[in-house]
T-cell receptor, first 114, second 116 residues
Framework: QQQVKQSPQSLIVQKGGISIINCAYE??????FPWYQQFPGKGPALLIA?????SEKKEGRFTISFNKSAKQFSLHIMDSQPGDSATYFC?????????????FGKGTKLSVIP | GAGVSQSPSNKVTEKGKDVELRCDPI?????LYWYRQSLGQGLEFLIY????????KSGLPSDRFSAERTGGSVSTLTIQRTQQEDSAVYLC??????????????FGPGTRLTVL
């Protein structure tokens, strides 16, 4: 059973456009929702994270929108640049178990074309 | 500063052999995680260490997988009697372990394991 569903699998965006990646989760106990960016040959790196008590968080060109009732959250990349081309993973965790083990979506490969 | 390091970066082994993968976490980080990244399954949690507490092994796929963390620092993931389905990138992450606000997980570059 896939606990975090991510879409689309791949995304092509023109430079300067908006990239939107969506995730849906099933476990209502999740209370931490990070997005990771991964370049080929590298480990994932945290981009931005949100808790369910806020509906939106913005850091530079990256925004997370969170809809608790729908159990959905999304990443928006404004003014997308070729350097943003990477694979993006949404994830979820709950702190109640004492660890923050991440449950990941399957990833979105973003290509930003000049 | 130094990030999470993993060795080897690549490992090719024959089916049935044992392998050991090493992770050096960021100095001072008390929490350490192992994940596996494979084409079909994405990123999967394997095991978690926090300080001197008993590890959370709930993600280990079989009893052929084990891990230890010596002195609260370096960790070794061991896969016995490797199978072709074990081929994947094994990622290690560490975090300060002081609560969710500061518990960003920092990932190493991974070890790519290929089982022939």
């Amino acid at each position: 059973q896939q606990q975090v569903k991510q879409s689309p699998q791949s995304l092509i965006v023109q430079k300067g456009g908006i990239s939107i990646i969506n995730c849906a989760y099933e476990n209502t106990a999740f209370d931490y929702f990070p997005w990771y960016q991964q370049f080929p040959g590298k480990g994932p790196a945290l981009l931005i994270a949100i808790r369910p008590d806020v509906s939106e968080k913005k850091e530079g060109r990256f925004t997370i929108s969170f809809n608790k009732s729908a159990k959905q959250f999304s990443l928006h990349i404004m003014d997308s640049q070729p350097g943003d081309s990477a694979t993006y993973f949404c994830a979820a965790a709950y702190s109640g178990a004492g660890s923050y083990q991440l449950t990941f979506g399957k990833g979105t490969k973003l290509s930003v074309i000049p | 500063g130094a990030g999470v390091s993993q060795s080897p970066s690549n490992k090719v082994t024959e089916k049935g052999k044992d392998v050991e993968l090493r992770c050096d976490p960021i100095s001072g980080h008390t929490a350490l995680y192992w994940y596996r990244q494979s084409l079909g399954q994405g990123l999967e949690f394997l095991i978690y260490f926090q300080g001197n507490s008993a590890p959370d092994k709930s993600g280990l796929p079989s009893d052929r997988f084990s891990a230890e963390r010596t002195g609260g620092s370096v960790s070794t993931l061991t896969i016995q009697r490797t199978q072709q389905e074990d081929s994947a990138v094994y990622l290690c992450a560490s975090s300060p372990g002081r609560g969710w606000e500061t518990d960003t997980q920092y990932f190493g570059p991974g070890t790519r394991l290929t089982v022939l």
